[in-house]
Every structure is written in C-alpha cells, then in structure tokens.
Nanobody
Framework: QVQLVESGGGLVQAGDSLRLSCAASRNSFSRYYMGWFCQAPGKEREFVAAINSNSGSTRYADSVKGRFTISRDNAKNMAYLQMNSLKPEDTAVYYC?????????????????WGPGTQVTVSS
C-alpha cells in the first residue's frame, strides 16, 4: 500500500530546469522500484525514467538521456526527477510510479501504484 504525490511542476521556458518530487507513504519504500512517466494531451502515457531500490541502476527514455536524472532518497521516502534543458516537447503531465517488478516499471505495464501527476509546461 503505497500512496504517491508529485510536486514541482510548473510553467518554464525552453532551456530551463525543474526538479520534480514524488513523496511516498511510509510503506517499505526502499523495496520498490520507482519510475517516472509522462502523458501529453491526446497522447499515450510514455516511459521517462526508472531507478532500482538502492539507486544502483537507472533507465531512461532516449528522448531524455543526458538531460534528465532520476534519483531517490529512501530515508525520506522520496523520488526525484531532475529535468534540465527542457524543451517544448517535454510538456506533459508527469506521474511517478512504484512497483515491485522492474519490468513493470520500465514498461509501464501493470503498475501497482501511481501518483496523481504534476503538470510541466515548457514554452518556446
């Protein structure tokens, strides 16, 4: 039973940075793989990034490699997405996700827990 709440979204200009946060309820947070997904208007939800339980392994979508960094702080029950060099095409609602299956997190399939999302809008 994991409850997730995202924060940190907003309206920025192209080239700016944002740091999204995902606060998780205290329910063995360190046991879960964490992921970030995005969904633009009229589009399907897409994978952005994932991180394993102890921050030893990460995975990124090709579109964000070199620009975004996923991290977590298990002591604070938090996951983060540092977003640099933002582009208008990054505009979307961003969701954090938690699952005990690595494959689920990197594919978005059968995710156990989703946050409600936070809006990121990048103007050109």
């Amino acid at each position: 039973q994991v409850q997730l709440v995202e924060s940190g979204g907003g309206l920025v200009q192209a080239g700016d940075s944002l740091r999204l946060s995902c606060a998780a309820s205290r329910n063995s947070f360190s046991r879960y793989y964490m992921g970030w997904f995005c969904q633009a208007p009229g589009k399907e939800r897409e994978f952005v990034a994932a991180i394993n339980s102890n921050s030893g392994s990460t995975r990124y979508a090709d579109s964000v490699k070199g620009r975004f960094t996923i991290s977590r702080d298990n002591a604070k029950n938090m996951a983060y997405l540092q977003m640099n060099s933002l582009k208008p095409e990054d505009t979307a609602v961003y969701y954090c996700a938690a699952d005990l299956s690595w494959r689920d997190v990197i594919t978005g399939q059968d995710i156990n827990y989703w946050g409600p999302g936070t809006q990121v809008t990048v103007s050109s």
